[in-house]
Each structure stands twice: as structure tokens, then as C-alpha cells.
């Protein structure tokens, strides 16, 4: 049974020293905003990955008996699913038609999709941040025999999309996500935890099974993050995925404006 959510207290927005992302630490680009963060209002980020991806083997797969080359649309959500669905398709020593239609969720994942194949523009379409954006593209190729590569914990929000524009589709398993060792940490002494999702927080409960938020603030990205933060009997201080607060890097600005407001105006 799950634990009843604390109830939200006023917010104090006591001052933040240091904060801890429940991810690897991400490439220069993306890294940017959160060094802007440091900077501006003298905060230490670390960067944690709670979980981690591990690939499914040929043999595995095998078990599935579902092959990529009976398909003629590959849907790609995720650069990871790009990574192995070539990588399976390799170790099975199959080939992908060069007529091969490819439906990213992303142009991010459209270019990253050039290191595979030879890139021809009507065979690959995409949308600027979500699948949903490829709605018309799917209607007009309805009839191409669609493949999702996908992690253990599935695709619901394409499995939905499909279902609602009655397109058959063949979801396919080929990485799972499982805990990354927190040894490291040993105990969680920061004063802002973000998350991305729902298993980054299982994770945590798993490693650290008696971790009380205290005066902690929790930080989550999206709604099922949201969902199992305050199942597990947490409150969530900062929410991000919204319109106002689109990124998890915005959403703790908009709290380090307050908290740190000292800094941020040059009076530390």
C-alpha cells in the first residue's frame, strides 16, 4: 500500500546550497544552463545517474522472435533506442531495407539516426519534440508495417497515439532499465533532489530504504514522477514539464530566485 503524500506546507525557500540530479552528468551543451545556475546563485550541482540502461543480448532478444526486417516503418522516440536497435539488428545480422521508413520524435534524433543509415529525406520525418507532432505523417503511411524499439518499461504514450489513429504497430523490447549502484552516496545530504522519473525514485527506496525528506526539497519532471515522489510519502517542492517551467534547469531558477535571491543579486 502506498504511503499517503505529506501535506504541502507552506514553502519556505530556505536557502540552497547544493543540489543533486538523478542523472549522468549531461554533454557541454546541455551542461550550460546548470553551470549558469552555479554561477549565478553560488550553488554546487551534482550530477548522479540513479538508473541505468543495459541492453538486451542477441539471445534474449532472439526469444521475443519478433525481427526488424519484417517491418517497413521504425518509430524512434529516444537516441538509446536508436543505439540498440542497430546494435541488435548488427549482432542478428540483419539488414534494414534502404526503403525503410524512420518516424523520430525528435530532429535531435532524426540527426543522431545519420550515423546509421544513408539519410534520405523522404524516408525519415520527424517532430520538434514529440512523436505526437507526426500525427498527419503517420496518417498518410498508415498502411507501412510499424516497429517500436523500446525499454522494458514500454511506450504507452506512442502505444496510445497508434491506438487512437487505428495503426497497427509491433512494440519490441530491447533494453531495460535497472538501478545504478548509489553505494557512492552514501547518504543523501543535499538540499534540492531532482528527478526525471518514477524509477529514479524506486531506485533511491531501494538503496536507501529509511531516507526521510526532512527539510529537503524535491524536485520532479513530469507527472509520474510527480505520482511516485508523493506515493512514497514525499512532497513535491518544484514541479517542471509545464508550460511555465518547461525544463528542470527553469524550474529550479524559478525556486533559486527566491531561496538564493542574496546571491543572485550580487550581495553573498
Known sequence: MSAPAIPALEETYKRVHNILISQATPPPTQRQPYEELEKRYGVRIDFVPFVQIEGLTEKEYR???????????????????????????????????????????????????????????????????????????????????????????????????????????????????????????KDIKYDIIAFFSALEIKSMFDQFPDFKQEDRRICVFGKAAQKAVEESGLTVNILAGTPEAPSIAVALESYLKISNKDTANGLR
Do not use: W
Request: charged share 25%; hydrophobic share 40%; with cysteine.
Open 63 to 185: 526469444k521475443n522472435r519478433i525481427y526488424p526486417n519484417q517491418y517497413t516503418a521504425i518509430v524512434f522516440t529516444s537516441r538509446t533506442a536508436v543505439d540498440h536497435f542497430f546494435r541488435l539488428c548488427n549482432e542478428l545480422r540483419i539488414k534494414m531495407s534502404d526503403e525503410t521508413r524512420y518516424f523520430c520524435a525528435s530532429e535531435a534524433i532524426a540527426n543522431y539516426l545519420q550515423k546509421f543509415i544513408n539519410f534520405r529525406k523522404r524516408r525519415v520525418f520527424n517532430g520538434e519534440r514529440s512523436i505526437m507532432e507526426l500525427r498527419s505523417y503517420l496518417l498518410r503511411h498508415k498502411n507501412e508495417r510499424f516497429f517500436l524499439p523500446c525499454s522494458d518499461q514500454g511506450n504507452p504514450e506512442v502505444m496510445q497515439l497508434f491506438a487512437e489513429l487505428k495503426i497497427p504497430i509491433q512494440e519490441a523490447v530491447m533494453y531495460r532499465t535497472v538501478n545504478a549502484d548509489l553505494s557512492g552516496l
